[in-house]
């Protein structure tokens, strides 16, 4: 299975700035995902990136709050705009193996003030 | 309203003890997957279940995907601490070609 880098692992960022989270495959996918997790809690889709292609967007999500990159077929980011306490929350990519289920990366650990 | 629907939220039993985790759904899916998260960690992919009615063992856990495929278990024997964490399963469905995450079960094993 693939293997996920994603960083940074944790930030603690002020109300109104924006975080960009990198995503790095150790080999080409098609398709990856963006989630948001409450500690303790299940994930929430954000968006599904292919390469060469705008994402898609779940519903409740916007691209102008989540602005994704996908720039080939092994990198990522999500940018995280104008964050406000409410932001706060664990953001995961993940890649799928085609219905045989996700590899994760480790996610990032917001935390907005 | 999540597709899948765990029971319990969140679990404490003693090291030893015997547990299982469902995961329930009014809707099929192709396969389910379930996941083991440890804290600053990303979801694991412990197991995928295809046809219903199946049962697989990964040492001391078992899992078994429900025949019509909307349903599934997971239960750990003689649990030990190492088995602490959030336990998620999956349901994909080829129409959409998407995910559905459960809501998620928080075990603690106390030593």
């Known amino acids: 299975s693939a293997v996920i880098s994603q960083k940074p692992s944790r930030d603690i960022c002020q109300r109104g700035t924006s975080l960009t989270i990198q995503c790095q495959v150790d080999s080409q996918v098609t398709m990856m995902f963006w989630y948001r997790q409450q500690p303790g809690q299940s994930l929430t889709l954000i968006a599904t990136?292919?390469?060469?292609?705008?994402?898609?967007?779940e519903s409740g999500f916007v691209i102008d709050k989540f602005p994704i990159s996908r720039p080939n077929l092994t990198f990522s980011t999500l940018t995280v705009s104008n964050m406000s306490p409410e932001d706060s929350s664990i953001y995961l990519c993940?890649?799928?193996?085609?219905?045989?289920?996700?590899?994760f990366g480790s996610g990032t650990r917001l935390t907005v003030v | 309203t999540q597709l899948l629907e765990q029971s319990p939220q969140f679990l404490s039993i003693q090291e030893g003890e015997n547990l299982t985790v469902y995961c329930n759904s009014s809707?099929?899916?192709?396969?389910l997957q379930w996941y083991r998260q440890e804290p600053g960690e990303g979801p694991v992919l412990l197991v995928t279940?295809?046809?219903?009615?199946e049962v697989k063992k990964l040492k001391r856990l078992t899992f078994q995907f429900g025949d019509a495929r909307k349903d599934s278990s997971l239960h750990i024997t003689a649990a030990q601490p190492g088995d602490t964490g959030l336990y998620l399963c999956?349901?994909?469905?080829?129409?959409?070609?998407?995910?559905?995450f459960g809501t998620g079960t928080s075990l603690t094993v106390i030593p």
């Open positions: 279940v295809v046809t219903g009615g």
């Open positions: 809707s099929v899916f192709s396969s």
């Open positions: 993940s890649v799928s193996g085609q219905g045989y289920g996700y590899t």
């Open positions: 990136a292919n390469q060469g292609s705008e994402a898609t967007y």
């Open positions: 999956a349901g994909f469905k080829n129409t959409g070609n998407q995910f559905y």
